[in-house]
């Protein structure tokens, strides 16, 4: 008998949760989206999570969701899975799976296509049946990216911070 733990968390809780977690950081007070891509060889490559570049405060740029195009967030968040792909400097993607808490738009899209994203797996479709996402399947699935729903086990953790 090995006396191995046996309620250890599988590996899509675990990069889905790295994934949430990561949007946890999201300063955007509608929407937090996190991405977590992962090699071939279940190792972690990269994180990201919705917000402004660099250098672009939180506190002078908006984050309201309707008015002039220049006094609301759209024209300024980078979204999670660019983040994530532009945060990884060790190479290339070719391969990845990229875990994500909202399924990607059409933009994202383009850029998981192409850094060699071979796998998506996303939690959250709030937004399914827009022009963006439906783009955005249209161009993954003409890929040849595998999409997968992220399916809830309905397992809690609870960690003390
Ligand atoms: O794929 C995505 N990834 C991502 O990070 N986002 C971010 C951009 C915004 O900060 C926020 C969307 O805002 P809202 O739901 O209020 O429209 O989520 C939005 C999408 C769109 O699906
Ligand atoms: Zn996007």
């Not at 008998?1 to 990069?15: L, Q, V």
């Not at 506190?59 to 309707?66: G, H, K, S």
């Not at 996303?122 to 003409?142: H, Q, V």
Request: aromatic fraction near 10%; charged fraction near 20%; charge should be negative.
């Amino acid at each position: 008998m090995s006396g191995k733990r046996t309620d250890y968390i599988s590996w899509d809780e675990y990069f889905m949760g790295v994934a949430t977690l990561s949007g946890m950081r999201s300063k955007d007070p509608n929407t937090q989206v996190g991405a977590c891509i992962v090699s071939e060889e279940h190792k972690i490559l990269s994180m990201g999570y919705n917000g402004f570049p660099t250098g672009c405060s939180d506190d002078d740029f908006p984050w309201a969701r309707e008015g002039e195009p220049l006094e609301n967030k759209y024209f300024y968040t980078t979204h999670s899975e660019l983040n994530a792909i532009l945060n990884y400097r060790g190479g290339s993607l070719e391969g990845a799976t990229m875990y994500v808490t909202l399924f990607p738009c059409n933009e994202c899209a383009k850029a998981i296509i192409q850094a060699g994203i071979k796998r998506l797996v996303y939690d959250s479709d709030k937004y399914n049946g827009t022009p963006s996402t439906i783009a955005s399947r249209k161009m993954l699935s003409a890929a040849g990216v595998d999409i997968q729903k992220y399916e809830h086990t309905g397992r809690t953790v609870t960690i003390q911070l």
